[in-house]
Protein backbone atom coordinates (compact mmCIF):
# COMPACT_ATOMS: atom_id res chain seq x y z
CA UNK A 1 0.00 0.00 0.00
CA UNK A 2 1.60 3.07 -1.75
CA UNK A 3 1.15 6.36 1.17
CA UNK A 4 0.29 9.85 -0.28
CA UNK A 5 3.42 11.26 -0.65
CA UNK A 6 4.72 8.12 -2.75
CA UNK A 7 1.48 8.51 -4.84
CA UNK A 8 2.73 12.43 -5.28
CA UNK A 9 6.39 11.42 -6.15
CA UNK A 10 4.92 8.88 -8.59
CA UNK A 11 2.59 11.24 -10.29
CA UNK A 12 5.39 13.77 -10.05
CA UNK A 13 7.41 11.15 -12.43
CA UNK A 14 4.63 10.48 -15.15
CA UNK A 15 4.17 14.75 -15.41
CA UNK A 16 7.94 14.89 -16.04
CA UNK A 17 7.27 11.93 -18.47
CA UNK A 18 5.25 13.61 -19.96
CA UNK A 19 6.58 16.73 -20.39
CA UNK A 20 9.86 15.17 -21.60
CA UNK A 21 7.99 13.00 -24.69
CA UNK A 22 6.35 16.26 -25.53
CA UNK A 23 9.66 18.54 -25.69
CA UNK A 24 11.52 15.23 -27.44
CA UNK A 25 8.72 15.83 -30.02
CA UNK A 26 8.12 19.43 -30.46
CA UNK A 27 11.86 19.84 -30.91
CA UNK A 28 12.21 17.17 -33.52
CA UNK A 29 9.29 18.84 -35.38
CA UNK A 30 10.89 22.39 -35.28
CA UNK A 31 13.82 20.70 -36.61
CA UNK A 32 11.88 19.84 -39.53
CA UNK A 33 10.86 23.69 -40.39
CA UNK A 34 9.90 22.83 -44.37
CA UNK A 35 8.18 19.68 -44.33
CA UNK A 36 5.94 21.15 -41.32
CA UNK A 37 4.47 24.49 -42.99
CA UNK A 38 5.15 22.46 -46.25
CA UNK A 39 1.82 19.73 -44.70
CA UNK A 40 0.14 22.67 -43.03
CA UNK A 41 -0.09 25.03 -46.10
CA UNK A 42 -0.81 22.18 -48.52
CA UNK A 43 -4.61 23.28 -47.99
CA UNK A 44 -3.69 26.12 -49.76
CA UNK A 45 -2.57 25.01 -52.40
CA UNK A 46 -4.21 24.87 -55.98
CA UNK A 47 -2.60 20.96 -56.56
CA UNK A 48 -4.06 19.97 -53.20
CA UNK A 49 -5.91 16.63 -53.59
CA UNK A 50 -9.41 17.79 -52.65
CA UNK A 51 -9.22 20.61 -55.22
CA UNK A 52 -7.92 18.24 -57.56
CA UNK A 53 -10.61 16.00 -57.49
CA UNK A 54 -13.49 18.53 -57.76
CA UNK A 55 -11.43 20.22 -60.91
CA UNK A 56 -11.74 23.19 -59.21
CA UNK A 57 -10.01 26.66 -60.70
CA UNK A 58 -6.29 27.51 -59.93
CA UNK A 59 -5.85 29.53 -56.71
CA UNK A 60 -2.57 31.39 -55.84
CA UNK A 61 -2.87 32.59 -52.06
CA UNK A 62 -0.80 35.23 -51.16
CA UNK A 63 0.56 35.49 -47.46
CA UNK A 64 2.57 37.95 -45.29
CA UNK A 65 3.87 38.92 -42.09
CA UNK A 66 3.87 42.39 -40.81
CA UNK A 67 5.86 41.88 -37.05
CA UNK A 68 9.25 41.44 -36.87
CA UNK A 69 9.64 38.29 -34.99
CA UNK A 70 6.13 36.69 -36.03
CA UNK A 71 8.03 33.65 -38.54
CA UNK A 72 9.77 32.60 -34.94
CA UNK A 73 6.91 32.56 -32.53
CA UNK A 74 4.28 30.62 -35.17
CA UNK A 75 7.34 28.71 -35.56
CA UNK A 76 8.04 27.99 -31.74
CA UNK A 77 4.00 27.83 -31.78
CA UNK A 78 3.17 25.52 -34.25
CA UNK A 79 6.10 23.22 -33.31
CA UNK A 80 4.67 22.78 -29.89
CA UNK A 81 0.88 22.27 -31.00
CA UNK A 82 2.47 19.36 -33.60
CA UNK A 83 4.28 17.80 -31.06
CA UNK A 84 1.73 17.88 -28.50
CA UNK A 85 -0.62 16.39 -31.44
CA UNK A 86 2.09 13.58 -31.96
CA UNK A 87 3.12 12.57 -28.84
CA UNK A 88 -0.93 12.60 -27.60
CA UNK A 89 -1.08 8.84 -27.45
CA UNK A 90 2.05 8.08 -25.64
CA UNK A 91 0.97 10.72 -23.26
CA UNK A 92 -2.25 8.98 -22.38
CA UNK A 93 -0.24 5.81 -22.16
CA UNK A 94 1.66 6.87 -19.56
CA UNK A 95 -0.99 8.22 -17.95
CA UNK A 96 -3.21 4.90 -17.82
CA UNK A 97 -0.31 3.77 -16.70
CA UNK A 98 -0.18 5.36 -13.70
CA UNK A 99 -3.99 5.34 -13.14
CA UNK A 100 -4.30 1.27 -14.07
CA UNK A 101 -3.15 0.15 -10.43
CA UNK A 102 -5.76 1.38 -8.77
CA UNK A 103 -8.62 -0.38 -11.09
CA UNK A 104 -10.34 -3.44 -11.43
CA UNK A 105 -9.39 -5.62 -14.61
CA UNK A 106 -12.50 -4.64 -15.93
CA UNK A 107 -12.29 -0.80 -15.57
CA UNK A 108 -9.16 -0.99 -17.10
CA UNK A 109 -10.11 -2.44 -19.73
CA UNK A 110 -13.25 -0.51 -20.21
CA UNK A 111 -11.02 3.24 -19.38
CA UNK A 112 -8.64 1.55 -22.58
CA UNK A 113 -11.17 1.36 -25.02
CA UNK A 114 -12.94 4.74 -24.12
CA UNK A 115 -9.11 6.41 -24.23
CA UNK A 116 -8.70 4.97 -27.63
CA UNK A 117 -11.75 5.09 -29.19
CA UNK A 118 -11.48 8.96 -28.10
CA UNK A 119 -8.21 9.55 -29.32
CA UNK A 120 -9.42 7.88 -32.85
CA UNK A 121 -11.95 9.82 -33.03
CA UNK A 122 -10.45 13.34 -32.12
CA UNK A 123 -7.65 12.42 -35.03
CA UNK A 124 -10.36 11.41 -37.44
CA UNK A 125 -12.18 15.00 -36.78
CA UNK A 126 -8.89 16.82 -36.93
CA UNK A 127 -8.55 14.73 -40.63
CA UNK A 128 -12.03 15.62 -41.67
CA UNK A 129 -11.38 19.25 -41.24
CA UNK A 130 -7.51 19.28 -42.80
CA UNK A 131 -9.11 17.51 -45.81
CA UNK A 132 -12.14 18.95 -46.47
CA UNK A 133 -13.84 21.54 -44.24
CA UNK A 134 -10.60 24.13 -43.65
CA UNK A 135 -9.30 24.02 -47.33
CA UNK A 136 -12.94 24.46 -48.69
CA UNK A 137 -13.50 27.31 -46.06
CA UNK A 138 -10.18 29.10 -47.00
CA UNK A 139 -10.39 28.57 -50.46
CA UNK A 140 -13.72 30.85 -50.23
CA UNK A 141 -12.68 33.37 -47.97
CA UNK A 142 -9.39 34.33 -49.46
CA UNK A 143 -11.67 34.58 -53.29
CA UNK A 144 -14.42 36.55 -51.32
CA UNK A 145 -13.87 40.59 -52.05
CA UNK A 146 -16.12 43.43 -51.14
CA UNK A 147 -14.42 45.15 -54.56
CA UNK A 148 -12.40 43.95 -56.93
CA UNK A 149 -9.90 46.81 -56.27
CA UNK A 150 -9.36 45.21 -52.62
CA UNK A 151 -6.75 42.47 -52.72
CA UNK A 152 -6.52 39.49 -49.76
CA UNK A 153 -3.53 39.39 -48.61
CA UNK A 154 -3.31 36.57 -45.72
CA UNK A 155 -1.39 36.94 -42.62
CA UNK A 156 0.60 34.14 -41.52
CA UNK A 157 -0.78 34.60 -37.92
CA UNK A 158 -4.19 34.33 -39.03
CA UNK A 159 -4.24 30.96 -41.22
CA UNK A 160 -2.33 29.04 -38.43
CA UNK A 161 -4.52 30.33 -35.89
CA UNK A 162 -7.41 29.66 -37.79
CA UNK A 163 -6.70 26.50 -38.99
CA UNK A 164 -5.39 25.14 -35.53
CA UNK A 165 -8.57 26.37 -34.09
CA UNK A 166 -10.88 24.31 -36.64
CA UNK A 167 -8.66 21.93 -35.89
CA UNK A 168 -9.06 21.82 -32.29
CA UNK A 169 -13.12 22.32 -32.65
CA UNK A 170 -13.65 19.39 -35.37
CA UNK A 171 -11.96 16.86 -32.94
CA UNK A 172 -13.62 18.17 -30.09
CA UNK A 173 -17.24 17.70 -31.99
CA UNK A 174 -16.04 14.46 -33.16
CA UNK A 175 -16.20 13.11 -29.65
CA UNK A 176 -19.89 13.24 -29.84
CA UNK A 177 -20.44 9.52 -29.89
CA UNK A 178 -17.89 9.13 -26.93
CA UNK A 179 -20.10 11.82 -24.77
CA UNK A 180 -23.18 10.34 -25.66
CA UNK A 181 -22.06 6.35 -24.75
CA UNK A 182 -21.46 8.24 -21.53
CA UNK A 183 -24.87 9.85 -21.26
CA UNK A 184 -26.17 6.81 -21.59
CA UNK A 185 -24.16 4.84 -19.29
CA UNK A 186 -25.50 7.38 -16.98
CA UNK A 187 -29.23 7.29 -17.53
CA UNK A 188 -29.41 10.46 -19.21
CA UNK A 189 -30.34 9.37 -22.42
CA UNK A 190 -31.69 6.69 -23.88
CA UNK A 191 -31.42 5.58 -28.03
CA UNK A 192 -35.35 6.03 -28.02
CA UNK A 193 -34.74 9.82 -27.04
CA UNK A 194 -32.42 10.01 -29.88
CA UNK A 195 -34.00 8.16 -32.92
CA UNK A 196 -37.35 10.34 -31.90
CA UNK A 197 -35.21 13.43 -32.29
CA UNK A 198 -33.45 12.18 -35.47
CA UNK A 199 -35.25 14.81 -37.91
CA UNK A 200 -34.43 17.73 -35.24
CA UNK A 201 -31.23 16.29 -35.16
CA UNK A 202 -30.13 16.47 -38.81
CA UNK A 203 -31.54 20.19 -39.19
CA UNK A 204 -29.41 21.22 -36.35
CA UNK A 205 -26.32 19.95 -38.12
CA UNK A 206 -27.25 20.88 -41.16
CA UNK A 207 -27.44 24.35 -39.33
CA UNK A 208 -23.81 23.49 -37.87
CA UNK A 209 -22.41 22.76 -41.13
CA UNK A 210 -23.30 25.74 -42.99
CA UNK A 211 -22.06 28.39 -40.07
CA UNK A 212 -18.81 26.05 -40.40
CA UNK A 213 -18.87 26.09 -44.27
CA UNK A 214 -19.60 29.55 -45.96
CA UNK A 215 -19.44 28.87 -49.24
CA UNK A 216 -22.91 27.64 -49.57
CA UNK A 217 -23.22 25.67 -52.37
CA UNK A 218 -25.20 22.48 -51.72
CA UNK A 219 -21.96 20.10 -52.83
CA UNK A 220 -19.72 21.19 -49.73
CA UNK A 221 -22.64 21.34 -47.30
CA UNK A 222 -23.28 17.55 -48.02
CA UNK A 223 -19.70 17.05 -47.43
CA UNK A 224 -19.45 18.25 -43.90
CA UNK A 225 -23.10 17.23 -42.97
CA UNK A 226 -22.92 13.53 -43.74
CA UNK A 227 -20.06 12.78 -41.49
CA UNK A 228 -21.43 14.62 -38.86
CA UNK A 229 -24.93 12.93 -39.46
CA UNK A 230 -22.75 9.52 -39.28
CA UNK A 231 -21.59 10.58 -35.84
CA UNK A 232 -25.29 10.91 -34.70
CA UNK A 233 -26.22 7.43 -35.74
CA UNK A 234 -22.87 5.96 -34.22
CA UNK A 235 -24.42 7.99 -31.06
CA UNK A 236 -27.35 5.66 -31.18
CA UNK A 237 -25.95 2.55 -31.65
CA UNK A 238 -23.59 3.26 -28.87
CA UNK A 239 -26.32 3.95 -26.57
CA UNK A 240 -28.48 1.40 -27.91
CA UNK A 241 -25.64 -1.23 -26.39
CA UNK A 242 -26.03 0.46 -22.54
CA UNK A 243 -29.76 -0.54 -22.57
Known amino acids: MHSFWEHLDELRTVILHCLAVWAVC ?18 AKSDFVLFRWLDWPLMSPRFINTQLAAQFVTHVRVAAWAGLVVSFPVLLWLIFRFVAPALYTNEKHATLRIMTFGTLLFFVGMAVNFLIVFPITFRFLYNYQVLPEVGNYIDL ?16 VFEMPLVAWAMGKAGLVRAEQLQHYRRHAVVALTILAAAITPTGDAFTLLLVTLPLYGLYEISILLVKQNT
Open 26 to 43: AVALFCLREPLFDFLFAP
Open 157 to 172: NSYISTLLTMSLLFGI
